[in-house]
């Protein structure tokens, strides 16, 4: 089969460019401005928010514009910009809130940071798991604690969700699916650094593809030009409408039955080699699915 030209590169965070520590190795970065250097677009594509992310943008050192809360806000990172955004309908913000509050978790409203100027509202009066009191010292966000999230205005949220143990995961995904099927986007993703999966509600219209369209029509690049590589279950969309759909070696089992190719893990350089032979190639080869 013949080389295919790509143009641009969509990079899951977690459980891609960074390692397990949550880092960014030096391999990888030096694959990624190599990437730069010979033309390649580079655009991050993450469920984190922009706060969230800052650290990591920091340390590869790249800013261009990104895709950020599994694709309801699209910034221009050099700028501070938000190019887009989605936010969940108010009304259905605060009854998945009230709904979540009553199951006995707190609920974490993620804000549009610019506009309302913090980065969550969290339910005040259930404690919060270690897992999270860690995860908002290290990424710095900046939070409100309120009493009743189920009668709070939403005007600014993009996206609600908790944190918790797996085990309790899957109760509160029935529930929610249960009451609101198809009006919510609900899923949930693994944080093994913590031994947690975080559970996250969106506006159905959400997912990181669209928000990478918006990218690519900005730079006049097609779909068919796109690679999209990543890991979990908020990549599946990007890495099945892609021009080439890249799952990691340690990605989910559903990540990895949709993906045209499959490359190393994040604990071995994994996405460093795959940028290094685009890089030397500047083409690369789908893989061909036995019929």
């Known amino acids: 089969?013949?080389?295919?030209?790509?143009?641009?590169?969509?990079?899951?965070?977690?459980?891609?460019?960074?390692?397990?520590?949550?880092?960014?190795?030096?391999?990888?970065?030096?694959?990624?401005?190599?990437?730069?250097e010979a033309g390649l677009l580079i655009c991050f594509a993450t469920g984190r928010n922009y706060t969230e992310s800052q650290t990591v943008l920091d340390?590869?050192?790249?800013?261009?514009?990104?895709?950020?809360?599994?694709?309801?806000?699209?910034?221009?990172?050099?700028?501070?910009?938000?190019?887009?955004?989605?936010?969940?309908?108010?009304t259905l913000a605060a009854e998945v809130c009230e709904s979540l509050e009553g199951s006995g978790?707190?609920?974490?409203?993620?804000?549009?940071?610019?506009?309302?100027?913090?980065?969550?509202?969290?339910?005040?009066?259930?404690?919060?798991?270690?897992a999270t009191e860690q995860w908002l010292g290290v990424t710095t966000a900046k939070v409100r604690r309120v009493p009743?999230?189920?009668?709070?205005?939403?005007?600014?949220?993009?996206?609600?969700?908790?944190?918790?143990?797996?085990?309790?995961?899957?109760?509160?995904?029935?529930?929610?699916?249960?009451?609101?099927?198809?009006?919510?986007?609900?899923?949930?993703?693994?944080?093994?650094?913590?031994?947690?999966?975080?559970?996250?509600?969106?506006?159905?219209?959400?997912?990181?593809?669209?928000?990478?369209?918006?990218v690519a029509k900005q730079r006049g690049v097609e779909a068919k030009e796109i690679i999209a590589i990543g890991d979990d279950v908020n990549d599946i969309a990007m890495i099945k409408h892609a021009g080439l759909g890249v799952a990691m070696g340690n990605a989910r089992p559903e990540v990895l039955a949709i993906a045209g190719k499959v490359i190393g893990t994040n604990r071995e350089d994994g996405l460093a080699r795959f940028l290094e032979e685009l890089v030397a190639e500047h083409t690369v080869e789908p893989m061909v699915r036995p019929v």
């Open 1 to 36: 089969m013949a080389g295919r030209k790509y143009r641009m590169i969509a990079i899951d965070l977690d459980g891609t460019l960074l390692g397990d520590d949550g880092k960014v190795a030096p391999r990888t970065k030096a694959a990624i401005h190599s990437a730069l």
């Open 59 to 90: 340390a590869v050192a790249h800013f261009d514009s990104a895709v950020f809360v599994g694709g309801a806000m699209v910034i221009d990172t050099r700028n501070g910009a938000t190019l887009h955004r989605t936010l969940m309908d108010p």
């Open 148 to 214: 009743n999230l189920g009668r709070h205005p939403h005007d600014h949220t993009v996206r609600v969700g908790i944190v918790a143990a797996p085990e309790a995961v899957g109760h509160a995904k029935q529930i929610l699916m249960d009451r609101f099927g198809g009006r919510i986007l609900c899923q949930s993703l693994l944080v093994p650094a913590y031994g947690v999966e975080v559970v996250e509600i969106f506006d159905p219209a959400v997912n990181k593809w669209q928000g990478l369209l918006h």
């Open 105 to 130: 978790h707190a609920a974490l409203a993620l804000q549009d940071t610019r506009e309302a100027g913090i980065d969550y509202l969290i339910t005040d009066g259930v404690q919060l798991n270690a």
